[in-house]
């Protein structure tokens, strides 16, 4: 399994700042993932992080307003550009390791609850 | 796009009484995922399923993936305060890890 921290665990922000979420792991791991759950909804994907790529954008996220680095392995960053209302969600990285049986599962970090006035 | 259907949406027990969850999917799964959420937090990793047939247990949770792969269970026998929260299931994109989620179900169990 993987441990996995985020900083900060929240946030009250004004709208047109931004702010950095960090994601880090004790392992080193290829896959992670950015998700965002708005209040009373489920996770949707932002968008997926591998290290030595690009990161990979689902549809309705953009670069501009989530950018994300994925420095290493063990460490990625996910930033909300010019924060709205609408912005106010729980940000949760997750990543792919083995599991039990040395199967790959994915693990979810605690979250960073956001909330934007 | 592949939908998860959770059913029921809210549940509410009496401490020792058993419960089903049901997590429904448009397409074959490939892995399903169970986890478990406290309000506001983050996701606690229950069980995940890959096989059709497949069946596991953990204290007294137990997940279940049907033999067409489409719909997964997940059961809890004698419910505890301590099992309360929102259940969420998970299914695996066929093209990579990335997970697409059900709408969860919210569980309370009362003493």
């Known amino acids: 399994s993987a441990v996995i921290s985020q900083k900060p665990s929240r946030d009250i922000c004004q709208r047109g700042t931004s702010l950095t979420i960090q994601c880090q792991v004790d392992?080193?791991?290829?896959?992670m993932f950015w998700y965002r759950q708005q209040p009373g909804q489920s996770l949707t994907l932002i968008a997926t992080?591998?290290?030595?790529?690009?990161?990979?954008?689902e549809s309705g996220f953009v670069i501009d307003k989530f950018p994300i680095s994925r420095p290493n392995l063990t460490f990625s960053t996910l930033t909300v550009s010019n924060m709205s209302p609408e912005d106010s969600s729980i940000y949760l990285c997750?990543?792919?390791?083995?599991?039990?049986?040395?199967?790959?599962?994915?693990?979810f970090g605690p979250g960073t609850r956001l909330t934007v006035l | 796009s592949q939908e998860l259907e959770q059913s029921p949406q809210s549940l509410i027990v009496q401490e020792g009484k058993n419960l089903t969850i049901n997590c429904t999917s448009s397409?074959?799964?490939?892995?399903l995922y169970w986890y478990k959420q406290k309000y506001g937090e983050g996701l606690i990793f229950l069980m995940m399923?890959?096989?059709?047939?497949e069946e596991k247990s953990h204290e007294k949770i137990t997940a279940k993936l049907d033999e067409k792969k489409q719909q997964s269970s997940l059961h809890i026998t004698a419910s505890q305060p301590s099992h309360a929260g929102i259940y969420l299931c998970?299914?695996?994109?066929?093209?990579?890890?990335?997970?697409?989620f059900g709408k969860g179900t919210s569980l309370l169990v009362t003493p």
């Open positions: 998970g299914a695996e994109r066929r093209a990579g890890y990335a997970l697409n």
């Open positions: 399923l890959q096989k059709g047939g």
């Open positions: 997750s990543v792919v390791s083995s599991g039990q049986g040395w199967i790959d599962t994915q693990y």
């Open positions: 392992s080193q791991v290829t896959m």
């Open positions: 992080a591998n290290q030595g790529s690009e990161a990979t954008y």
């Open positions: 397409k074959t799964l490939y892995g």
